[in-house]
């Protein structure tokens, strides 16, 4: 939690928790229930949200990012007042349009221009104020001449604009936006981006779930990164962004080593990466690599307790959180040896330079024997910036060299035998 004075909160999550009952079976019929008086109907229960807490402050962009089934729109529905939460406790401060699932909130039987107007007074507005500014919300979703087409009829993308153009004219103090911006085509996009900039602007506070990381840096102050329920990582955006790049691409056991990993008190840690660092053979550490050179990526760990064959992981990322480079000891079948605890060591990972021009970003693990649980990871522990002419639209910058020889004369086609 952060430490926020009280009146700068604007949203506060105290130990928030959510399960679902599933039924592992459907009774669909009275047959079935004549026949089968007596019978239970069993239940998988889902948990969906464990003890999350968080705090928003005043005028904030937050995000909210993980996988699919991460727990992050039930969080959103949660706080929209959609769920109810089993435990835990949300404060909400200020007027609250929420933009939470596509439909949620319309009556498809009614016509564009009655929603409207229901909507906007849901949300806040008094009829008279709703209906003043009945022409600017479809003057932005840009829908007039389908104002009296029922809602049923209307596409997926042609509901965000609707939506998305209440929720922006109701000036409320909290938005909350769900994945649903997705939906819409791209000059639409661009339009929502605009307006969510101008929000910011204004000191609105604004929650935003998205699988779009380059949102999540583009907009977010700070972001949350959940998976499976549980919080991983509440920090810096572009931090956020980078976890939730290891969780989407690694295995499942190592989500679940990195999840746990989150939890486990700083104390309780068996390995401690000091530092993490480019070098090349030539100069030693450096901040910058050039094209074709004997290059490295270096860590230094502690030991606080003894391990015996730990293995130890280098990824690079670009800018646009690609995973350009892994390089691991037990892929390479290389031997580390047994450690005492207070050993502390060098590992350097080498390679010939062939990244295109650009800058890149370190991270780096520490695991037990091949497979094992993770003892320590440091994402984008430092960065490192590679030359050369230009970025050449790939990731990286293989020798190559271009031949040029006439093509083949072509034999005229006759129909003589």
């Known amino acids: 939690m952060s430490d926020l004075p009280a009146d700068d909160v604007a949203v506060k999550a105290v130990g928030v ?41 005043r005028g904030e962009v937050f995000g909210i990012v993980g996988r699919n089934g991460s727990g992050k729109s039930t969080l959103m529905k949660c706080l929209a ?28 039987d009614l016509t564009a221009h009655d929603n409207v107007l229901i909507n906007a007074v849901m949300l806040g507005l008094t009829p008279d104020e709703a209906r003043a500014r009945y022409g ?36 409320a103090d909290l938005l909350l936006i769900d994945e649903v911006l997705a939906v819409g085509d791209a000059a639409f996009q661009q339009k929502c981006y605009d ?37 991983v990582a509440i920090d810096e955006s572009r931090r956020v962004a980078r976890a939730y790049t290891h969780l989407n691409f690694a295995s499942a056991s190592e989500r679940e080593s990195f999840v746990r990993a989150a939890d486990r008190d700083p104390d309780e840690q068996h390995v401690v ?25 270096a860590m230094r760990v502690r030991f606080t307790r003894a391990a015996v064959e730990p293995a130890f992981a280098f990824t690079i990322t670009d800018e646009q959180q690609r995973r350009v480079l892994s390089m691991s000891t037990d892929r390479q079948g290389f031997a580390t040896g047994e450690h005492d605890a207070g ?37 984008d522990i430092s960065s490192f910036v590679v030359g050369g002419a230009g970025a050449g639209g790939g990731v990286v910058d293989l020798p190559h060299g271009f031949e040029l020889t006439p093509a083949p004369s072509m034999q005229p086609v006759t129909d003589e035998p």
């Open 195 to 231: 307006v969510l900039d101008r929000a910011r602007n204004e000191g609105r506070t604004i929650l935003l779930v998205t699988h779009d990381m380059g949102q999540v840096q583009r907009f977010c102050d700070r972001a949350l990164l959940l998976d499976r329920g549980r919080v």
């Open 81 to 108: 007042g959609i769920y109810k939460a089993d435990v835990g406790e949300m404060w909400l401060r200020g007027r609250m349009a929420p933009f939470i699932e596509l439909g949620v909130g319309f009556n498809p």
């Open 343 to 379: 050993d502390e060591i060098d590992i350097t990972a080498g390679f010939v330079n062939h990244l295109a021009a650009g800058r890149y970003w370190l991270s780096v693990q520490v695991t037990e024997a091949a497979g094992g649980a993770l003892l320590a990871f440091r994402e």
């Open 17 to 57: 928790a959510k399960t679902f009952r599933l039924p592992t079976e459907q009774v669909s019929t009275l047959k079935e229930r004549v026949l089968h008086p007596a019978r239970r109907q069993r239940f998988d229960v889902l948990r969906a949200l464990r003890d999350v807490s968080f705090e928003v402050g």
């Open 273 to 297: 990466v000091v530092d993490g660092w480019a070098q090349t053979r030539a100069d030693g550490r450096t901040a910058r690599l050039e094209p074709g050179a004997e290059s490295a990526m």
């Open 136 to 171: 600017a919300i479809m003057d932005f979703a840009e829908l007039h001449e389908f104002a009296e087409l029922k809602l049923k009829n209307y596409s997926s993308g042609m509901q965000v604009r609707l939506a998305f153009s209440v929720m922006v004219h109701v000036d």
